[in-house]
């Protein structure tokens, strides 16, 4: 994928919504070209067609997460803050976006089968995210976990997927409040669990 003129780029954003409702196999290049007023050779010259339209999209969107959440994680708080804030801002990004997320949501088996794509979800999540799981253990704030690389992808998944169940149904008029929501119901579940405390000192003497 050749780096797109960012003129180009920013017409790109009116291709989500049409691979959003169609799905990227219902959804032709001529689509593409008409909804952004890209001409077809240009897309093929810098995107190599639709495949390279979806992984634009999607890297973007990773970019702008990735960006968001190494702010949120760049503070000098405890690495429990630092989780709750990073937790909040990819949530943020996601709700701010909704149309990149339901392209994701329509061609997520594609999506994951884009090394690029995987590489980059790596370093801005994972590897920050378990950067912080072990911070917490130094700081007290966390306690010790076996496989922080298992934790952090579950983390993730708890994010992405609260995420783009709330943006399949388009664009919110409070999104940030619903990511505030969101938030706070993803950060009790990964902090406080759901067992009851009977229960949740039995699994700790166990």
């Known amino acids: 994928m050749r780096k797109l003129p960012a003129k180009l780029a920013s017409r790109l954003y009116s291709a989500a919504e049409l691979i959003a409702e169609r799905g990227l196999d219902g959804t032709k290049i001529d689509d593409i070209a008409d909804a952004t007023g890209i001409p077809k050779a240009t897309l093929y010259y810098h995107l190599e067609g639709k495949n390279g339209v979806l992984e634009f999209l999607l ?7 990735s960006g968001a959440v190494g702010l949120a994680m760049s503070s000098t708080e405890d690495a429990q803050t630092r989780l ?5 801002a990819q949530l943020g990004v996601m709700l701010e976006h909704p149309f990149l997320c339901r392209a994701l949501v329509g061609d997520l ?17 994972f590897e920050p995210i378990e950067q912080l799981l072990n911070d917490g253990v130094a700081d007290g704030s966390l306690r010790q976990i076996e496989d922080p690389n298992a934790v952090a992808t579950s983390i993730f998944g708890a994010i992405t997927i609260a ?3 709330a943006a399949v149904d388009g664009p919110l008029a409070e999104a940030s409040m619903e990511a505030t929501r969101l938030s ?3 950060c009790d579940l990964i902090l406080g669990g759901i067992a009851s405390a009977r229960d ?7």
Do not use: K
Not at 59 to 65: G, K, N, Y
Not at 109 to 125: K, N
Not at 200 to 206: I, K, V
């Open 163 to 165: 995420g783009l169940s």
């Open 59 to 65: 890297t973007d969107l990773l970019e702008m997460i």
């Open 200 to 206: 949740a000192g039995a699994t700790n003497r166990a």
């Open 84 to 88: 709750e804030a990073a937790v909040a």
């Open 184 to 186: 706070a119901a993803v």
């Open 109 to 125: 088996g594609r999506a994951t089968r884009l090394p690029e794509l995987a590489a980059a979800l790596r370093s801005a999540f």
